[in-house]
C-alpha cells in the first residue's frame, strides 16, 4: 500500500523558517512530479510548489524567493524550505505526488495526497 507522510508542521514566529518533509513509502517504483499544496481556513486548496522528475522547480507567486521545494529520489521524499514566514503562511499542507506503483505483477500510475501537516505562524 502506497502511503505519504508528511512532517515538520508546527508553530513559527513571523519571519522564522520550518522544513516540512514528506516521505513516500510502498510497492513504489517511480515518482513523477512531486507536489506542495496547501488550505488556509476558509480558503480554497492552492498550489504551492511542484518539481518534476528532472528537478524542475515551479513555485506560487506568493512564495517565490521564500519557499525552496527539493527531493531525494533515493529516499523518496520531497522537502519544503519555508523561510521568511508570514502569518498568511498558515495553513495545512499537503504533500501529493504521481507515482507508478506495483500491484502484483502489473504496475498502476495513480496521483496520492498525504493528510496534511499544519504550519501555524503566529506571534
Known amino acids: 500500500q502506497v502511503q505519504l507522510v508528511e512532517s515538520g508542521g508546527g508553530l513559527v514566529r513571523p519571519g522564522g523558517s520550518l522544513r516540512l518533509s514528506c516521505a513516500a513509502s510502498g510497492s513504489i517504483f517511480s515518482l513523477n512530479a512531486m507536489r506542495w499544496d496547501r488550505q488556509a481556513p476558509g480558503k480554497q486548496r492552492e498550489l504551492v510548489a511542484v518539481i518534476t522528475d528532472g528537478a524542475s522547480t515551479t513555485y506560487a507567486d506568493s512564495v517565490k524567493g521564500r519557499f525552496t521545494i527539493s527531493r531525494d529520489n533515493a529516499r523518496n521524499t520531497v522537502y519544503l524550505q519555508m523561510d521568511s514566514l508570514r502569518p498568511e503562511d498558515t495553513a495545512v499542507y499537503y504533500c501529493?505526488?504521481?507515482?507508478?506503483?506495483?500491484?502484483?505483477?502489473?504496475?498502476?500510475?495513480?496521483?496520492?495526497w498525504g493528510k496534511g501537516t499544519l504550519v501555524n505562524v503566529s506571534s
Open positions: 501529493n505526488a504521481d507515482l507508478t506503483y506495483l500491484s502484483g505483477r502489473v504496475y498502476y500510475r495513480k496521483h496520492y
